[in-house]
């Protein structure tokens, strides 16, 4: 290589380092707006926030949260039934919730998530245990 082709072959590189050079300064100039947008945000929330619980009276609180959820309700079931596999539709049953077909097909979701998770066992196609 000659002292002709290095030089061009550093304006090449030095070209393509200033061009990202420039590319990320583009998104720090970005990212710097969206963080002063978003800490604006934030004072805002925060300044809603301290506003209501001065205008709410005292010994108001909010609703109890749900004591139990879905899932919840699901674990309980096999728990009181360790040895009985249930089927979602019977466990749905059970749980007097709905028995829709989606409503169903969110539940089977569930099930199957609890199996990877290793709470439950799957002793047949469609037929949820809990593991022993």
Request: proline letters at 5%; a negative charge; glycine letters at 4%.
């Amino acid at each position: 290589m000659n002292v002709t082709e290095l030089l061009a072959d550093l304006q090449s590189r030095q070209d393509e380092t200033a061009a990202r050079a420039a590319e990320l300064r583009a998104r720090i100039e970005e990212l710097a707006a969206d963080l002063t947008e978003t800490e604006a945000r934030l004072t805002d929330l925060t300044t809603t926030r301290k506003i209501i619980a001065e205008v709410t009276p005292a010994g108001t609180e909010a609703e109890p949260p749900e004591t139990t959820t879905t899932y919840q309700a699901i674990v309980n079931a096999f728990n009181q039934h360790p040895d009985q596999a249930f089927r979602a539709r019977e466990l749905h049953e059970l749980l007097g919730m709905p028995t829709h077909e989606t409503s169903v097909n969110i539940t089977r979701s569930r099930l199957g998530r609890l199996t990877r998770q290793g709470f439950l066992t799957q002793p047949q196609q469609g037929h949820y245990q809990k593991r022993t």
